[in-house]
Nanobody
Framework: QVQLVESGGGLVQAGGSLRLSCAAS????????MGWFRQVPGKERELVAA????????SYADSVKGRFTLSRSNAKNTVYLQMNTLKPEDTAVYYCAADTAPGTAGYNYWGQGTQVTVSS
């Protein structure tokens, strides 16, 4: 089992910045990748950014490229999503997720979610 605890959400004005953190505990040696998803009511959950635990390669949704940066601390088993130049359309509940079984059904552990609200 892997437990994920998110922090860092909140309310910010458009153009501002926030940093989300996600700390993993438990069987962290099994981590293959971690990612941040977001969801707004009535829409499907969207993958925002992901990072391979080994090697640290990252990928981003087109909507956040150049504005969001995903990084990790192996020592702390934590990933950080730095969000800059935030827009009202970034408003969503952001979920941290972990993939410990590559090649199966995708991310198999999820955090509780943290609200990000960007005011115009």
């Amino acid at each position: 089992q892997v437990q994920l605890v998110e922090s860092g959400g909140g309310l910010v004005q458009a153009g501002g910045s926030l940093r989300l953190s996600c700390a993993a505990s438990g069987r962290t040696f099994s981590l293959y990748a971690m990612g941040w998803f977001r969801q707004v009511p009535g829409k499907e959950r969207e993958l925002v950014a992901a990072i391979r635990w080994s090697g640290g390669s990252t990928s981003y949704a087109d909507s956040v490229k150049g504005r969001f940066t995903l990084s990790r601390s192996n020592a702390k088993n934590t990933v950080y999503l730095q969000m800059n130049t935030l827009k009202p359309e970034d408003t969503a509940v952001y979920y941290c997720a972990a993939d410990t079984a590559p090649g199966t059904a995708g991310y198999n552990y999820w955090g509780q979610g943290t609200q990000v609200t960007v005011s115009s």
